[in-house]
T-cell receptor, first 115, second 109 residues
């Protein structure tokens, strides 16, 4: 596609429920990233994919968070047993190369609210 | 101490003024420096990219990097109301970007 597409754009869920967030990167981009942006905070790195592999998962906050990427394209970020502190905007980005890094193209994000 | 420090502002300037934004960082491995612009409820958009130290100009925007001081700047000349947004600095030594908290800028008509 022309840009990075994320769905849903907004998600309200009850505490304890599982959620899945989807990212469609720019076609041909091998590197894909997930970041989290909390109110008044900078962007927090979650995970990096190169192809279908995730060589860096160091930013995932807990084992409730997982992510996968299939076909070198679509990625899904799953949060199990959601907590109120998970409320944030989850941003996906892609780039044509992981290294060196000339900057990513971001999607518009999924705004997650846990009530 | 955060790896990248950026004053969150907010910053309010009259139309036509020069906007000056800056970030400091602590990681000497950073070689790639970027500025992103983020409008409300949108994803960040890459504005400027600079490799290592030096200046880069693109229209009304000038990015400066001083690696010896671990300090980067973004200047916006002849600011317009459409420049009102949050500006995020970002930097990298490898595949991962580290971001500042962002500075919210309002340009008053």
């Amino acid at each position: 596609g022309a840009g990075v597409s994320q769905s849903p754009s907004n998600k309200v869920t009850e505490k304890g429920k599982d959620v899945e967030l989807r990212c469609d990167p720019i076609s041909g981009h091998t590197a894909l990233y997930w970041y989290r942006q909390s109110l008044g905070q900078g962007l927090e790195f979650l995970i990096y994919f190169q192809g279908n592999s995730a060589p860096d998962k160091s930013g995932l906050p807990s084992d409730r968070f997982s992510a996968e990427r299939t076909g070198g394209s679509v990625s899904t970020l799953t949060i199990q047993r959601t907590q109120q502190e998970d409320s944030a905007v989850y941003l996906c980005a892609s780039s044509s190369t992981g290294w060196p890094n000339y900057g990513y193209t971001f999607g518009s994000g999924t705004r997650l609210t846990v009530v | 101490q955060k790896e990248v420090e950026q004053d969150p502002g907010p910053l309010s300037v009259p139309e036509g003024a020069i906007v000056s934004l800056n970030c400091t960082y602590s990681n000497s491995a950073f070689q790639y420096f970027m500025w992103y612009r983020q409008y409300s409820r949108k994803g960040p958009e890459l504005l400027m990219y600079t490799y290592s130290s030096g200046n880069k100009e693109d229209g009304r925007f000038t990015a400066q990097v001083d690696k010896s001081s671990k300090y980067i700047s973004l200047f916006i000349r002849d600011s317009q109301p459409s420049d009102s947004a949050t500006y995020l600095c970002a930097m990298s030594g490898d595949y991962k970007l580290s971001f500042g908290a962002g500075t919210t800028v309002t340009v008053r008509a």
